[in-house]
């Protein structure tokens, strides 16, 4: 069974350009997390998707990112216009049922803004 | 939300035991965590223990919880050089459905 893949691996962008990030779940996971982690901090939640809907986008730090999930499968999460905090590491999770015991991790996406 | 704390860094003699401690801050925790991740891999679940329990054991990791003074450490025995990694601590809330991190600690595991 493939496990969470996130694309690209490493991103490094300039200031004020965009950026998506890409997640492909596990297959028959209806739940989607994306978190990150700023460089030395904690890893913080962004928001949950249950199949295309977003369950709770509390963490979203401002409207220059926005997620999708369309078909409920893969989603996406992108930056526009990146700023130089937003530079960390975006992991994106998934699980079969919400709350569940694990939450299967994606590899992660290591964005550096110039 | 929650507020969870860890040390950043901790550094043992390979053969010797690791604990690696957290605190945090909202006691209707159900699930607590611990996640391991090896450099350039993401987070991979070590184990769990739920919130009724003081102690978990299973193979060289022992979790110890004490939800009074909202304590979890985590017991690494016969710590090996592939032990290095940095290890998260990750409360559940009750009717949450996104995990809480700490900013991790690194372990060393020095041959």
């Known amino acids: 069974e493939a496990g969470v893949t996130q694309f690209p691996s490493h991103s490094v962008i300039e200031k004020g350009q965009t950026v998506t990030l890409r997640c492909d779940p596990i297959?028959?996971?209806?739940?989607l997390y994306w978190y990150r982690r700023v460089m030395g901090k904690e890893i913080k939640f962004l928001l949950h998707?249950?199949?295309?809907?977003?369950?709770?986008e509390s963490g979203m730090p401002n409207n220059r990112f926005l997620a999708e999930r369309t078909g409920g499968t893969y989603s996406t999460l992108k930056v526009q216009p990146a700023e130089l905090e937003d530079s960390g590491v975006y992991f994106c999770?998934?699980?079969?049922?919400?709350?569940?015991?694990?939450?299967?991790f994606g590899p992660g996406t290591r964005l550096t803004v110039l | 939300g929650e507020d969870v704390e860890q040390s950043l860094f901790l550094s043992v003699r390979e053969g010797d035991s690791s604990v690696i401690n957290c605190t945090y801050t909202?006691?209707?925790?159900?699930?607590l965590y611990w996640y391991k991740q090896e450099p350039g891999a993401g987070l991979q679940l070590l184990t769990y223990?739920?919130?009724?329990?003081d102690m978990k054991q299973d193979q060289r990791l022992t979790v110890l919880l004490n939800k009074k003074d909202k304590h979890l450490s985590l017991r690494i025995a016969d710590t090996q050089t592939g032990d290095s990694a940095i290890y998260f601590c990750?409360?559940?809330?009750?009717?949450?459905?996104?995990?809480?991190f700490g900013t991790g600690t690194r372990l060393t595991v020095i041959p």
């Open positions: 998707f249950v199949k295309e809907s977003k369950q709770d």
């Open positions: 990750a409360p559940l809330q009750t009717g949450a459905n996104n995990l809480f």
């Open positions: 223990i739920f919130s009724n329990m």
């Open positions: 297959s028959g996971h209806d739940n």
């Open positions: 999770a998934s699980s079969p049922r919400p709350g569940a015991v694990e939450q299967f």
């Open positions: 909202d006691s209707s925790s159900t699930y």
